[in-house]
């Protein structure tokens, strides 16, 4: 399973627009990015999942290059209630029985 | 919105006591998995199971952690005896394939 690197926190204010990158160098052709987002004493929420180039929906952008070594989580116009921890994951979720391994995430505080 | 149900919320323990926490994953969702998350850190993936069969539990401290799943359906992860590093949080999640849906944990404190 590809290991994957992100920062470990982030600072923003509201209304701003916050972007995490994560590294995944070691990607293998069938593998997925996906995001999940933590609340303090909550199970982590899938945010996003994409394969290549950019996915929306209405809570989250990302944006994958073409080499797929990399990856960026875009939160637009954040508010006091995106202050989260942000996992980024990778590996081959089109399958069922798939593992999903955690790293530390990034803490992401959003100020007034 | 079909979630996952984990029981209890809370549990505090005696060490060397033994202590059972409960999942019920979402309705036909084959995967389920087991993870503990310590306070500041990510989740740590305990055991995975398909169906009933245990995929992975290479992280599972086996001399006193064990899983089960009978018929498929609902889980069990017992601890015994419970030690004092045993304090964290336990989340189940459901999964069929593309996105996992995590129950709301059982946090639990040994003393």
């Known amino acids: 399973l590809a290991k994957t690197t992100q920062p470990i926190s982030m600072d923003s204010y509201e209304g701003q627009e916050v972007n995490i990158t994560c590294s995944h160098n070691n990607i293998a052709t069938n593998d997925y990015i996906t995001w999940y987002q933590q609340f303090p004493s909550q199970g982590p929420r899938f945010i996003i999942q994409g394969y290549k180039t950019k996915v929306t929906n209405e809570v989250a952008s990302l944006f994958i290059p073409a080499d797929r070594k990399s990856s960026t989580l875009s939160l637009p116009r954040v508010s006091l209630s995106d202050t989260a921890v942000y996992y980024c994951l990778v590996g081959d979720y089109a399958a069922a029985g798939n593992k999903l391994t955690f790293g530390g995430g990034t803490r992401v505080l959003v100020k007034p | 919105e079909a979630e996952v149900a984990q029981s209890p919320r809370y549990k505090i323990t005696e060490k060397s006591q033994a202590v059972a926490f409960w999942c019920d994953p979402i309705s036909g969702h084959a995967t389920l998995y087991w993870y503990r998350q310590i306070l500041g850190q990510g989740p740590e993936l305990l055991v995975q199971?398909?169906?009933?069969?245990?995929?992975?539990d290479s992280q599972l401290p086996k001399d006193r952690f064990s899983a089960e799943r009978l018929k498929g359906v609902d889980s069990t992860l017992k601890i015994q005896p419970a030690e004092l590093g045993d304090s964290a949080m336990y989340l189940c999640?459901?999964?069929?394939?593309?996105?996992?849906?995590f129950g709301q944990g059982t946090r639990l404190t040994v003393v």
């Open positions: 199971f398909q169906d009933e069969s245990v995929v992975d």
């Open positions: 999640a459901s999964s069929l394939g593309r996105e996992a849906f």
